[in-house]
Each structure stands twice: as C-alpha cells, then as structure tokens.
T-cell receptor, first 109, second 113 residues
C-alpha cells in the first residue's frame, strides 16, 4: 500500500524567504509524484508533477528515490503563495491518487 | 471549455438518509474520480469511472456507489448515511486513463446530523 506523509501541518515564512514543504512517500514501485495547491476559496489544482521537471510559479520539486521524498521548494516566497499544499502519489499509470494531509503555507509581509 | 462542476454546493442530511451528488466532467474528459475529504485530511479516493464502467475502488463500503452516464457526467450515491460521512466530496475528471492531469471540481460539502 502507498502512503504520503507531509510532516508539517502549518508553515509560516516571511516574504522573500526561502520555503520548503516536505513530502515523503512509501511505495514499493516507481510512482508518479505531484504537488497540488488550493488557494483560498478556489478548487484544488495541479501545481507540478515530477515527470515534467518544470518550474511553476517559481516552485520546483525533485524526486529523490533514495530518500523517498518529493519536497517542494521556492527560493523567494511571495504573499500570493499562501495556500494549502498537498503532495500526492499515483502508482505508475494507475488510476488512484493518494494524498498527504496537506501543509498550510502562510507567507507574511 | 467548461471546467468540472459539482452540485449541490452544500447539503445537510439526517443520519440514515440517502444522498446523491452530481458531477459534470470537463469537456472532452471521459474519466471521473470521486474523493472524500474529511476536515483536516487530504482527499481520499472513493472510486473511478471510465467510459461508464467502474475502473477501481478505494477502501469504502458498498453503501458508496456511483454511476457514469453516456455524456460522462457522474453521480455519487451514499446510502444509510452516518455522521462520519460528513465531508467535502470532490470530483475530478481527466482525459483518458493513465498519465493525464486530473481537474477537480469545487466540491460538495455534506453535513450529516
């Protein structure tokens, strides 16, 4: 069975500071990893996925298979980054997304 | 292009009742997944429908059932409601199975009293 752990329920940083949201997973195979974001009063939306290797809104995430981690990073946080962030795993091309419990990021001015 | 829409937005039901939640998938999408999100938790997979057939199911009892229609819209039915069924129910649609992005609706907030 797969599991996604986001150890921080809340994370608060100041504008311009670096931010790292942690995500660890357990799965015996080669999963797909995702970060979803939910801004206030908006629906859940995909932020980035590891296979794309893109930088979206300044965020990057690298899949570390040795440490089974997929941490989300941004060098300089902005106030508009304040949101709920969910890490999710999908076993290969299987249908099911397994989500972590989420981290609420607050970027203070 | 229209996004995923869910109805109703909010709903209050009494324990033991039955409820039907509805989801219209994004234009061109033939795959719909349903998730339950309890307060303070991440979304939890209920089941998925692909071209009107159930394609997989999470760890939910049989009183959670679903349907997908020829236009790929979907329903989630829950019988014999329990207090613990109170949650946000999310629908997500995607284009085909496999390595495609899931687009989420705004959710239906169900409260069981």
């Amino acid at each position: 069975a797969q599991r996604v752990t986001q150890p921080e329920k809340l994370l608060s940083v100041f504008k311009g500071a670096p931010v790292e949201l942690k995500c660890n997973y357990s799965y015996s195979g080669s999963p797909e990893l995702f970060w979803y974001v939910q801004y206030s009063r908006q629906r859940l939306q995909l932020l980035l996925r590891h296979i794309s290797r893109e930088s979206i809104k300044g965020f990057t995430a690298d899949l570390n298979k040795g440490e089974t981690s997929f941490h989300l990073k941004k060098p300089f946080a902005q106030e508009e980054d304040s949101a709920m962030y969910y890490c999710a795993l999908r076993p290969g091309s299987n249908y099911k997304l397994t989500f972590g419990k989420g981290t609420l990021l607050t970027v203070n001015p | 292009e229209t996004g995923v829409t869910q109805s109703p937005t909010h709903l209050i039901k009494t324990r033991g009742q039955q409820v039907t939640l509805r989801c219209s998938s994004q234009s061109g999408h033939n795959t719909v997944s349903w998730y339950q999100q309890a307060l303070g938790q991440g979304p939890q997979f209920i089941f998925q429908y692909y071209r009107e057939e159930e394609n997989g199911r999470g760890n939910f009892p049989p009183r959670f059932s679903g349907l997908q229609f020829p236009n790929y819209s979907s329903e989630l039915n829950v019988n014999a409601l329990e207090l613990d069924d109170s949650a946000l129910y999310l629908c997500a649609s995607s284009f085909e199975l496999g390595n495609t992005e899931a687009f989420f609706g705004q959710g239906t907030r169900l409260t069981v009293v």
